[in-house]
């Protein structure tokens, strides 16, 4: 076994692997298998890269990651207890909206990947790396995280209702449980308010409080303001679909997706290491811009992943969503392939979801966004190599290992 062929059996996923082994064997052009085999070996030399840690290294590393995971969980059971207790936030619970609520959260808030929680610890850690961080600092920067996934779980629960979702996250959407309903938007809301409530707890007296509390009331609005521009956008595409265009669907997505997934974590992390955020633009444009990649790696695997990786049914061909596919589509379909698009796309069918799936086929659009993910890798990671600083260097390339490839 070559040098290359040791590295990659030691570090890449065999699924990984075996997948890409078998796409290579199911083509039949020779000069198409030529360029996917380039391809493969590019993507898997770059996973390499990423990982780029011998067996025990990674080992540790890993160790490291399940001891952060199972602290931050803890300070989740401690929060909500928090929440729920009468005397923390000025509240009168009966026995019933206590249960209420605690099932609300319990439903919503903990249950996805946690990757943007546990975005802001990785970050501070790298930020604090030579110096001890004490046992309430790492519990301040869960306390942001679980800030973030607070917000998260309200703009999905709220999300599911005006996408008319059906499932989230392996399980039924929150309001599409017989005993919730449409009570789940006062649900949606009570969820944004307790971060508020929480911040105001925690750090009020802290010295960047104010600048804190700038950062979560800027990125509420803008999150709030991407997700108008979704569905007015959605409502003026259900009326003419050529209204979709790149430069529209890229102002969604910024506003929507990428301040509060990508953003906010790393200027949570930075606010808490004392840093202003005023010297860290390009930080932020290189965290946007990996939002913008993140959101169409999702609206890929909503019409090509499989619903059992990604916990949900995708529904953005029902529901005339704005997406990365149908933006494409647009741009590249023919005469006929247009008129199949404009009778198909929106409907909820089952024949003409799988008319508008076979249009984005024939266009080879799996392909085009293979080669997009790519393009965008290699600018990214060229970007991130440029980056002087060791800590926000190391900060962008958890980040980017995270996304790059995902299934879920």
């Not at 919503?108 to 501070?124: A, C, E, F, M, Q």
């Not at 006062?186 to 509390?213: P, T």
Request: proline residues 2%; charged residues 25%.
């Amino acid at each position: 076994m070559g040098a290359l062929a040791a590295s990659i059996a030691s570090h890449v996923p065999s699924g990984l692997l075996n997948a890409g082994l078998a796409s290579l064997a199911a083509l039949p052009n020779p000069g198409e298998l030529v360029r996917r085999a380039a391809r493969l070996e590019d993507e898997l030399r770059e996973l390499l890269r990423l990982n780029g840690r011998g067996g025990a290294a990674a080992e540790q590393g890993g160790n490291r990651a399940q001891q952060t995971r199972e602290r931050f969980l803890r300070a989740y059971e401690r929060l909500k207890s928090e929440l729920l207790d009468d005397r923390a936030f000025n509240f009168d619970f009966t026995d019933e909206t206590r249960q209420w609520v605690a099932k609300m959260m319990d439903y919503n808030v903990p249950g996805g990947k946690l990757n943007r929680g546990l975005s802001v610890i990785d970050s501070y850690m790298l930020l604090r790396e030579g110096t001890e961080v004490d046992d309430e600092d790492f519990y301040l920067a869960c306390v942001l995280g679980w800030c973030i996934e607070w917000l998260q779980a309200s703009a999905l629960v709220l999300d599911d209702i005006t996408d008319n979702a059906y499932t989230r996250r392996d399980n039924l959407c929150w309001y599409k449980l017989p005993t919730v309903g449409l009570s789940a938007i006062n649900d949606g809301v009570l969820l944004k308010c307790h971060v508020q409530a929480i911040i105001k707890r925690y750090f009020k007296e802290k010295f960047y409080f104010l600048d804190l509390m700038e950062l979560w009331n800027e990125i509420g609005l803008q999150t709030a303001m991407g997700q108008m521009l979704d569905l007015i956008t959605t409502h003026t595409g259900a009326k003419d679909l050529a209204k979709y265009r790149i430069q529209g669907y890229r102002r969604i997505v910024k506003y929507k997706t990428s301040y509060y997934s990508f953003y906010l974590p790393v200027a949570c992390a930075l606010l808490l290491n004392g840093a202003k955020l005023s010297d860290y633009i390009e930080l932020k444009n290189v965290l946007i811009e990996m939002g913008v990649y993140f959101q169409i790696q999702d609206d890929y695997l909503d019409c090509f992943g499989d619903p059992q990786v990604i916990g949900k049914v995708g529904t953005d061909i029902e529901d005339y969503k704005c997406s990365w596919l149908i933006v494409q589509a647009m741009e590249l379909a023919n005469e006929n392939e247009m008129k199949i698009l404009y009778e198909n796309y929106g409907k909820s069918c089952p024949e003409c979801v799988a008319a508008v799936k076979n249009v984005y086929k024939e266009l080879d659009l799996q392909d085009i966004f293979l080669e997009y993910e790519s393009r965008v890798y290699k600018h990214l990671a060229s970007t991130i190599d440029a980056e002087p600083d060791r800590a926000i260097r190391e900060i962008l390339k958890i980040f980017l290992k995270k996304i790059y490839r995902r299934k879920k």
